[in-house]
């Protein structure tokens, strides 16, 4: 079955410490997203990407950083940078253009020690 | 620019009753819209689309939304909840544009369903 996987399910943060999440999609699309989620919030988008090897920022890129190296993955770096970590962090992928949907993994939910 | 509103943070229904889930939107475009479920701690799913071809958009699980371009709502209903349907909801504009969807997402409606 083709979908998004992120791993890992629950990941957990030391102080001063970078964390890498996961997320490997076999949809073939050209498009992938990171978002974060916090409670009562809707998804706020963290980067983007449209191909390999060129990612652009979204709303709320500080502390983040990102890497497409290959079609089907786009990881993502939180940071010492950023201060306020905790949150559900969700993966999406797309075909480009303007009437298509994105497609989520299950999410990786981010906690500080 | 764009935005889209859900006027209610949280819904409760009886089992068996109608759901109503509002959402209105403002865009400077013809924009794309879209209905997503959220069950706990997992990934959206997407229920419905509307991209211009009918106002009328049927989705799964028995969902509808109505397109209304006079009361910039695209609401979300379902006949008959069920105890499944318990999860969270959100309503979700796409730009006019032939790059990479980005979304902008309203702040979600949680659905609740009683016996």
């Known amino acids: 079955d083709g979908g998004i996987t992120q791993s890992p399910k629950y990941l957990f943060r030391k102080e001063g410490q970078n964390v890498t999440l996961s997320c490997e999609q076999n949809?073939?699309?050209?498009?992938m997203y990171w978002y974060r989620q916090d409670p009562g919030q809707g998804l706020r988008l963290i980067y983007y990407?449209?191909?390999?090897?060129?990612?652009q920022k979204g709303d709320i890129a500080e502390g983040y950083s990102v890497s497409r190296e290959k079609k089907e993955s786009f990881p993502l770096t939180v940071t010492s940078a950023q201060k306020n970590p905790t949150a559900f962090y969700l993966c999406?992928?797309?075909?480009?253009?303007?009437?298509?949907?994105?497609?989520f993994g299950d999410g990786t939910r981010l906690s500080i020690l | 620019a764009q935005s889209v509103t859900q006027l209610d943070s949280h819904v409760s229904v009886s089992e068996g009753t109608p759901v109503l889930l509002r959402c209105n939107y403002s865009?400077?475009?013809?924009?794309?819209l879209f209905w997503y479920v959220q069950h706990p701690n997992k990934g959206l799913q997407l229920l419905l689309k509307?991209?211009?071809?009918?106002?009328l958009v049927k989705g799964i699980n028995g969902f509808e939304a109505e397109f209304k371009k006079s009361e910039t709502s695209f609401h979300l209903t379902k006949p008959s909840a069920h105890m499944s349907d318990a999860a969270e909801y959100f309503c979700v504009v796409s730009p006019f544009t032939g790059t990479a969807s980005k979304l902008t997402f309203g702040t979600g409606t949680r659905l609740q369903v009683t016996l």
């Open positions: 990407s449209q191909i390999v090897n060129d990612f």
């Open positions: 949809l073939n699309h050209d498009a």
């Open positions: 865009s400077s475009y013809s924009p794309s």
């Open positions: 509307y991209t211009s071809a009918a106002t």
């Open positions: 999406a992928s797309s075909i480009m253009g303007k009437d298509q949907p994105q497609h």
